[in-house]
């Protein structure tokens, strides 16, 4: 009795897997890649040739990554570390650094110009993508002269902090950070602020006494894309250190956990903030208001019997508060024309005694 039960149960197996046969074959799906703050990228031009930057920032709300602009030209292929595609290269200016043709000086001062431009953004293929930013936060800061600044590259893998020299519109001179090929792009913080750019690259200088150092240059975050793009009419001139700033301000190395920026203001930096966005909203009324009775005058202007018309009305409603006024006037002489007759009149009348006062 046991075998045809095995007969039936071998003869439904048979049929299940001819089932499974005959419809499509399961294929796993690639699971889309998230990419952090931090993490290297490699970059493929048009030409196959193939470069390694660091992420600097993840822009959630945009769907974009950040980098430094020197990395690829722009337009080119992004990968993430494992080599995943995941999106494209955009140039935040309209600017190249175009420096492979040039050799020497010619090309070291190419490459210190295009500091000024040095700022690209990554349009993700799948939103999902976007990741965290695990070493400055989300919340961004505008940096001040004296302030620590670190950063970290996927090169160097590791947060080197120093004093931050100079700040400008587009760039931030700091000492040195020890940067190395591929921590390009990567991101640059103020502990316990948030989060103020990408480092891109450093001028090497020689002491007098024979010592090699360095100042970092880090360009400013335009998440943004509201800084203008540099004009190349006022020169490329950047901060020039002193030996004793360079020589009194080296890096220093620091953890994770006590180097982070910054996610969300302070209660009394949110208060700041809201007093600030009531002042800007009170200052684009106003200025409404003076655009009306600017475009109003030039309407009077421009269209003189309108103008005649407001005049006229000016005219009559100055003449009715006027005869408003004489009116008023003249009710109040009466009046007291006629309390003084009656005071009169009560002193010569006869006065009536009452008994017993």
């Known amino acids: 009795m046991r075998h045809p039960r095995l007969t039936v149960a071998a003869a439904l197996g048979t049929a299940t897997a001819l089932a499974s046969s005959l419809t499509e074959p399961a294929v796993a799906e690639t699971p889309i890649p998230i990419v952090n703050q931090g993490e290297?990228?490699?970059?493929?031009?048009?030409?196959?040739?193939?470069?390694?930057?660091?992420?600097?920032?993840?822009?959630?709300?945009?769907?974009?990554?950040?980098?430094?602009?020197?990395?690829?030209?722009?337009?080119s292929q992004v990968f993430n570390h494992e080599h995943q595609p995941i999106g494209v290269l955009e140039h935040r200016y309209n600017v190249s650094e175009n420096v492979e043709h040039l050799q020497g000086d010619a090309q070291r001062q190419a490459v210190s110009d295009y500091f000024f431009y040095d700022l690209s953004s990554i349009t993700l293929t799948h939103p999902e993508s976007a990741g965290a930013n695990t070493y400055s936060g989300d919340r961004t800061h505008i940096p001040e002269v004296g302030e620590e600044?670190?950063?970290?590259?996927?090169?160097?893998?590791?947060?080197?902090?120093?004093?931050?020299?100079?700040?400008?519109?587009?760039?931030?001179?700091?000492?040195?950070?020890?940067?190395?090929?591929?921590?390009?792009?990567?991101?640059?913080?103020?502990?316990?602020?948030?989060f103020i750019g990408h480092a891109v690259g450093s001028f090497k200088y020689r002491t007098n006494r024979g010592r090699e150092v360095a100042m970092s240059i880090i360009h400013r975050e335009d998440l943004a894309k509201i800084t203008p793009e540099y004009n190349a009419e006022l020169g490329f001139n950047h901060y020039k250190p002193t030996e004793d700033e360079l020589i009194k301000n080296s890096y220093v190395l620091k953890n994770k956990v006590d180097s982070f920026g910054s996610n969300l203001p302070s209660p009394s930096e949110f208060s700041k903030i809201l007093r600030q966005h009531e002042k800007n909203i009170n200052d684009a009324n106003n200025r409404a208001n003076k655009a009306e009775n600017a475009h109003q005058d030039l309407v009077n202007k421009t269209n003189p019997e309108a103008y005649e018309r407001e005049i006229k009305k000016l005219h009559e409603q100055q003449a009715q508060l006027r005869q408003e006024s004489n009116t008023n006037l003249i009710i109040a002489v009466v009046a007291a024309v006629a309390g003084f007759v009656l005071a009169a009149l009560g002193w010569l009348m006869p006065r009536h005694l009452i008994p017993g006062r």
């Open 40 to 75: 290297r990228i490699y970059i493929q031009n048009t030409n196959g040739r193939e470069f390694q930057c660091t992420v600097g920032y993840v822009d959630r709300d945009n769907s974009r990554l950040w980098t430094a602009g020197h990395c690829a030209p722009n337009g």
């Open 149 to 194: 600044v670190c950063r970290f590259g996927a090169t160097s893998n590791q947060i080197y902090c120093a004093v931050i020299f100079n700040v400008t519109d587009h760039l931030v001179y700091a000492a040195d950070l020890n940067t190395q090929a591929g921590d390009s792009g990567g991101p640059a913080w103020v502990p316990g602020r948030g």
